[in-house]
């Protein structure tokens, strides 16, 4: 695990602060977290890396040789016109590794592998990048040895239900192959929407899995709309896999 703290550029540091002690205070702050992380778990290689420019913008370059990133919900950067935006969104929407949003208020999901009771939720809504990340979903179901909940959001009595429900049958035929010992639960949601659907079912959840793009989204652009929303008020640490991924 490598911790990461940025530091502004000389010149994009507030007035009266000097920028020895902004990247003094940046490496004491990496040595106090790297030996709580070290305490909490001895077998757990922890590494640091002080940086200088956009939180963001280090993250997604370092996106690429990363398997995941972990980024909290209530992180917060000034934007155009001194608009706070939410970093989450910007590691995102640039990053070729999973990220992991993290709510301020987290609930545990155990200290070791194979110890946790609950759900995995994931949402799917007939879209390639949904059939990603049901298979992620899946595998960290698996790893944790928890069950899978598969949400679907659908008008009742649309055209469009019965192709998308046969899309999602075949996938979720795939995740049993996969995974034969998997515990497996698939809810249509036919009063709610996506967002609400997938905040209603996740509630009790101990990982939501959600792709960037969703059906109808631009890909290589902005998170779907579906995704976005989610971020801004995450119901539980929330794992959003990039279009270029696979389990």
């Known amino acids: 695990m490598t911790l990461i703290h940025s530091v502004a550029a000389a010149d994009s540091l507030p007035r009266g602060t000097c920028d ?3 990247v003094r205070a940046g490496s004491s702050l990496l040595r106090r977290e790297a030996s709580r992380l070290s305490s909490g778990f001895p077998a757990l290689q922890v590494d640091v890396g002080l940086y200088r420019g956009s939180f963001v913008q280090v993250l997604v370059g370092l996106s690429a040789s990363a398997s995941l990133l972990v980024v909290g ?63 992620y979903a899946a595998a960290e179901a698996d790893r944790l040895g928890a069950a899978l909940r598969v949400i679907m959001a659908l008008k ?11 899309g999602a049958s075949a996938s979720l035929s795939k995740v049993q192959t996969d ?15 996506p967002v609400h659907a997938l905040m209603r079912h996740s509630r009790d ?19 779907g709309s579906v995704t976005r929303t989610l971020l801004l008020c995450p119901p539980c640490p929330t794992l959003v896999v990039p279009a270029t991924e696979s389990p």
């Open 20 to 22: 020895a002690d902004a």
């Open 73 to 135: 919900a209530d992180r917060v950067a000034l934007g155009p016109g001194g608009v706070q935006d939410p970093v989450v969104l910007g590691v995102v929407s640039g990053s070729l590794a999973p990220v992991l949003v993290v709510p301020a208020s987290p609930r545990g999901v155990g200290t070791h592998q194979r110890t946790v009771t609950g759900h995995v939720v994931v949402g799917v809504d007939g879209s390639a990048q949904s059939s990603v990340a049901l298979m």
């Open 156 to 166: 009742s009595g649309s055209a469009e239900s019965r192709t998308l429900m046969d």
């Open 179 to 193: 995974f034969p010992h998997l515990a497996v639960s698939w809810i249509v949601d036919v009063l709610r929407s």
């Open 205 to 223: 959840a101990v990982l939501l899995v959600v792709g960037c793009h969703g059906e109808g989204a631009r890909a290589g652009r902005k998170p």
